[in-house]
């Protein structure tokens, strides 16, 4: 599902050591990637080069069978609307829209999501609903506007809203890093259900290594570094 060759990136203006240089990373379709390593090691770096909202200066980056380097800006922006969902650490929620209106939001961006959303259930809103629901946001809470929620509330809103659709991959920047760790364990057992019933990859970036044993494969951002500085 995603496949990384020969990686170089450094960003504009800084000169010696680049901020990632990996020479290769494979992660199959269904596999719950744990991504960790300390802070300003690349991780969220490496998770915009994943998206394509950077590109590398060398090297490959493939997802499902598409090489990102050969998109332009515009199809990599579709791409990414199309096949993946992104949780980010402050979740990024309209605070002006209610959880539904937040849920449904990706398939205004991506007719495929929609497509697929729809074959589950007759409306968008009804298939927010059943997210929420499954993921532990009671009913009374789906229609009043989301900065009223708490954190872990909203954080659910945020993992609704990156599975509707059913995109290919999963993307998490640090997403459980305000809660306490059962609340953190708790929802990580329910991302992967979810996931799990369409075989979405899930690549999860955390430095908190306790989660560590709840996903089937582990790197350390750290140990990928460095093979292939001898392409700069």
């Not at 390593?37 to 998770?47: D, E, I, M, V, Y």
């Not at 900065?147 to 945020?158: W, Y």
Request: glycine share 6%; aromatic share 6%; hydrophobic share 40%.
């Amino acid at each position: 599902m995603i496949d990384i060759d020969k990686l170089w990136f450094s960003w504009q203006g800084h000169t010696g050591q680049p901020t990632l240089s990996i020479d290769a990373l494979h992660i199959a379709k269904g596999e719950h990637l744990f991504l960790h390593g300390p802070s300003g090691s690349g991780k969220s770096t490496l998770l915009s080069l994943l998206a394509g909202i950077q590109t590398p200066q060398r090297g490959n980056i493939s997802l499902n069978g598409t090489a990102l380097e050969t998109l332009s800006s515009a199809q990599r922006d579709q791409f990414r609307a199309d096949h993946l969902g992104y949780i980010f650490q402050s979740f990024n929620l309209l605070p002006y829209l209610s959880p539904i209106e937040n849920v449904t939001l990706p398939c205004a961006f991506s007719k495929l999501r929609k497509q697929r959303a729809l074959a589950h259930q007759a409306s968008l809103n009804e298939v927010a609903h059943t997210l929420l629901t499954q993921l532990g946001l009671a009913p009374q809470f789906h229609q009043q506007p989301v900065n009223t929620l708490s954190i872990g509330q909203q954080q659910r809103v945020a993992a609704a809203r990156a599975v509707i659709g059913d995109p290919e991959i999963i993307i998490a920047d640090e997403p459980t890093s305000a809660l306490d760790e059962a609340n953190r364990q708790a929802f990580i057992e329910l991302l992967f259900a979810q996931t799990d019933k369409t075989g979405a990859t899930v690549v999860f970036v955390s430095h908190e290594q306790s989660l560590a044993p709840l996903f089937s494969k582990v790197v350390h951002l750290d140990e990928l570094q460095g093979a292939a500085d001898d392409l700069a």
